[in-house]
């Protein structure tokens, strides 16, 4: 089988959970028309592992693997990070903001496609928030950085500190051996793209992936 994914943009539509639902289904149907599973993101490690399409929509987790054929599975991003793990007959999304870094949902998502048969052996990063537009308190970036090293800590382009979650992530996928991918885009510096922090947006861009036979 094989991985087809897309990270999408302002070009695709509000994917956000709370666009009225006929449009919310034609805008994914337009990329897949296939129930896909979406969740109900909390900031945590929660994962669901999806054996048909459209099974665990709706559950609270943030990250998603399966091994089925034709089930897309979704994250929905504005900052956050959106992560794609790949593997041999199997695929996983992942929403990574700074809370499920430190509470490891990137791991908990690759032990599951381990579970599920299918070890990941690559991961990509798509659009997320960039350290020189994450200004960030001391005191959780100590947090990431006692988990992941000091490389997540940086400075934004106005000199105060900063989170750079793309090495947290980087990091992450590096211990589990997995080959890394990072597509450099800062949503909050990206007209193409929406961001919570640099313009308050509430609409959402999302990471689909599912396995095609």
């Known amino acids: 089988m094989t991985v087809a994914y897309l990270a999408t943009d302002r070009g695709h539509g509000d994917l956000a959970l709370r666009v009225e639902p006929a449009d919310l289904a034609a805008r994914r149907a ?5 129930p896909w ?18 099974e665990h929509a709706g559950a609270e987790a943030d990250a998603a693997v399966t091994v089925a ?3 897309p599975i979704a994250v929905q991003t504005a900052d956050c990070a959106p992560i794609l793990l790949v593997a041999d007959g199997g695929v996983g999304v992942v929403h990574a903001g700074w809370r499920g870094l430190v509470e490891g949902v990137i791991e908990a998502a690759a032990d599951a496609l381990v579970t599920a048969g299918a070890p990941p052996y690559a991961a ?7 350290a020189r537009c994450y200004e960030f308190g001391r005191a959780d970036l100590a947090r990431v950085a006692e988990r992941y090293g000091p490389t997540v800590h940086a ?11 793309s090495a947290g ?4 996928c590096e211990r589990l051996g ?3 991918t990072d597509c450099g885009i800062c949503t909050a510096c990206s007209p193409d793209h929406w961001s919570y922090r640099a313009r308050a947006d509430a609409s959402r861009q999302a990471l689909v992936a599912w396995l095609e036979p």
Not at 155 to 165: E, F, Q, Y
């Open 178 to 180: 997995l080959t890394f």
């Open 37 to 54: 599973t979406w969740l109900r993101q909390v900031h945590g490690a929660g994962v669901v592992t999806v054996r048909h399409p459209g």
């Open 69 to 71: 054929p034709g089930a």
């Open 155 to 165: 400075r934004t382009g106005w000199g105060t500190p900063a989170l750079d979650v």
């Open 169 to 172: 992530v980087r990091t992450a």
């Open 124 to 130: 990509v990063l798509g659009p997320c928030i960039r």
């Open 30 to 34: 337009a990329i897949i028309d296939a």
